[in-house]
Nanobody, 122 residues
């Protein structure tokens, strides 16, 4: 399984970025796709997730109303639209895939992408 994240970059506060995650190597039916982030000196933090089949979404409180996760099942792609970016959104963003959610934390996710850097200047 390969998860290839892209779309990171440097923006000013208030700006937008769209991250993409190309998924390959297995069928993702019944999977849950997630975005996590890790800021310098901090642990990995949940950002958003979406169920592959129904597109049901869930967000961290810190990004609710600003970020939107979506997926294109025909293209095996997952996206994270990030609007109204803040300095505290600066982190390496990872996409990940889980067969199912049990603990509802990062340990549920079996496959991880390589990460893409998002830098927001204030």
């Amino acid at each position: 399984v390969q998860l290839q994240a892209s779309g990171g970059g440097s923006v000013q506060a208030g700006g937008s970025l769209r991250l993409s995650c190309a998924a390959s190597g297995r069928t993702f039916t019944n999977s849950v796709m997630g975005w996590f982030r890790q800021a310098p000196g901090k642990g990995r933090e949940f950002v958003a997730r979406i169920t592959w089949n129904l597109g049901t979404t869930h967000y961290a409180d810190s990004v609710k109303g600003r970020f939107t996760i979506s997926r294109d099942t025909a293209k095996n792609m997952v996206y994270l639209q990030m609007n109204s970016l803040k300095f505290e959104d600066t982190a390496v963003y990872y996409c990940a895939a889980a067969r199912q959610l049990r603990r509802y934390d990062s340990t549920d996710y079996v496959w991880w992408g390589q990460g893409t850097q998002v830098s927001v200047s204030s």
